[in-house]
């Protein structure tokens, strides 16, 4: 590594809208309006951190620019096809919003977009974070867009699309990314690792992407932990470890103790989570976040389209779902979330945990009306003085004297 460590996420940015990963409703788009020729003047990217938004805007302008485009493959070779990338050209003008976002700086990018290109096609001015600008900046910003000349692209891109103004919004072109689904992340880990002689499984690999939660970029940043702390052959313990994720298998100790009613299995499984250092907290989303698959497996055996999670561990849960009512999940899921609120408030939250066990491995679904009927039966009996029949539950409630006033009395 003699020539300096270049962060994954940025040695790895694609250079061409399809190398994008999961976005192809938003590159399939672009692509089809660079083979028509047929280009609007303005687009707003919005969506999620680290999806690629500011990635897909460098590769259109280069899609825009190559000296034998517009294409959706650029040829890679020309003056604007290696120089864009680096941020070289001075047709390709990127603006970041957070610290340009006054009227001052509009009214100047107003003024540079008369000018026609010194040496690509279109003059492209990509605006990052573009919800940042002022009230007054989008008004004096409008103008421009409303009838910008043949040579100028604008492409916005922003987290926030929300504090966009609807002025501005109904004059650009707008896609939407999405969260990257888990194994689409995955996949193009795997090519990062292997082009980086990285051995890793693909558990591990799932555990780097789950913690990503559907950022590319968070995700490739993980994975350079992994390989800082772990080395470039790290164990799924180690990974496990550095993310600071609890093991898989723990919590599905966990769930599997509380929907089979088994406390002793869900304290060891609370020692493991305590032992190994994790965050309480964390365990009980993770565990929340199960609850609810699990809940979706048994209520739609299609569900997996809803879901971000492996088949092998989508068929454990459906195997546990098995029997049960829906409504015991449901139930499972509604007194774990308040049980997660705690924890994440406590400074005990290991005791607190432990303390719901009690509640958790005894939720039951509703009783049916004939059992509701059979214990007012013996409740009657019992008022009137009969044998007592055994009975499972706690009797706290109940009208009736200790043995110790029986002996007394
Ligand atoms: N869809 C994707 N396919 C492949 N790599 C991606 C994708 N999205 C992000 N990345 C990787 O993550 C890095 C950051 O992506 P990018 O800057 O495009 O995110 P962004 O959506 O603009 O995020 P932000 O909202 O934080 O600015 C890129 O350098 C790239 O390596
Ligand atoms: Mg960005
Ligand atoms: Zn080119």
């Known amino acids: 590594m003699s020539e300096g460590y270049l962060a994954i996420a940025r040695k790895w940015r694609p250079l061409t809208l399809e190398e994008i990963a999961g976005q192809s409703h938003v590159t399939r788009t672009l692509g089809n309006a660079l083979k028509s020729g047929r280009i609007h003047h303005a687009f707003l990217f919005t969506g999620a951190r680290g999806v690629g938004k500011t990635t897909a805007a460098r590769a259109f302008?280069?899609?825009?620019?190559?000296?034998?485009?517009p294409s959706l493959a650029p040829c890679g070779e020309c003056g604007p096809c290696r120089e864009i990338p680096l941020g070289n050209c001075t047709d390709v003008i990127e603006i970041d919003a957070a610290s340009n976002n006054s009227v001052n700086d509009v009214r100047e990018l107003?003024?540079?977009?008369?000018?026609?290109?010194?040496v690509a096609r279109f003059k492209v001015y990509i605006i990052d974070e573009v919800h940042m600008l002022s009230t007054s900046a989008f008004n004096a910003l409008l103008k421009t867009l409303e009838e910008p000349p043949p040579h100028v692209k604008f492409?916005?891109?922003?987290?926030?699309v929300q504090k966009i103004p609807e002025t501005i919004l109904s004059r650009v072109q707008r896609f939407d990314f999405k969260r990257i689904p888990q194994a689409v992340v995955v996949e193009r880990l795997r090519l990062?690792?292997?082009?980086?002689?990285v051995n890793v499984s693909d558990t591990a690999l799932r555990m780097v992407a789950r913690a990503g939660e559907g950022s590319m970029r968070d995700s490739q940043s993980l994975l350079d932990q992994v390989i800082s702390f772990g080395g470039d052959s790290p164990t799924d313990q180690a990974v496990a470890d550095i993310l600071g994720l609890v093991d898989r298998r723990v919590l599905h100790d966990m769930l599997g103790g509380v929907l089979e009613g088994d406390a002793p299995r869900c304290l060891d499984a609370i020692a493991a989570v305590y032992d190994g250092g994790y965050e309480i907290a964390q365990f009980t989303g993770e565990l929340l976040?199960?609850?609810r698959d699990t809940a979706l497996v048994a209520m739609a055996p299609r569900a997996h389209k809803h879901m971000d999670i492996p088949v092998e561990e989508r068929e454990r849960l459906a195997e546990l779902a098995r029997g049960l009512p829906?409504?015991?999940l449901a139930r499972t899921f509604h007194v774990l979330l308040e049980v997660h609120d705690q924890v994440a408030r406590s400074a005990r939250p290991r005791a607190v945990l432990e303390m719901a066990v009690a509640r958790l491995v005894s939720i039951r679904p509703a009783e049916p009306l004939s059992?509701?009927?059979d214990r007012l039966a013996e409740l009657e009996r019992r008022l009137r003085g009969a044998p007592l029949a055994p009975v499972a539950r706690p009797q706290a409630r109940e009208p009736q004297s200790s043995p110790e006033d029986e002996r007394r009395g």
């Open 61 to 69: 302008a280069r899609s825009l620019n190559c000296a034998r485009g």
């Open 110 to 118: 107003r003024d540079g977009v008369r000018y026609v290109p010194s």
């Open 155 to 160: 492409i916005f891109a922003t987290t926030e």
């Open 192 to 197: 990062i690792c292997d082009a980086e002689k």
């Open 289 to 291: 976040e199960l609850i």
């Open 326 to 328: 829906p409504e015991q």
């Open 371 to 373: 059992g509701l009927v």
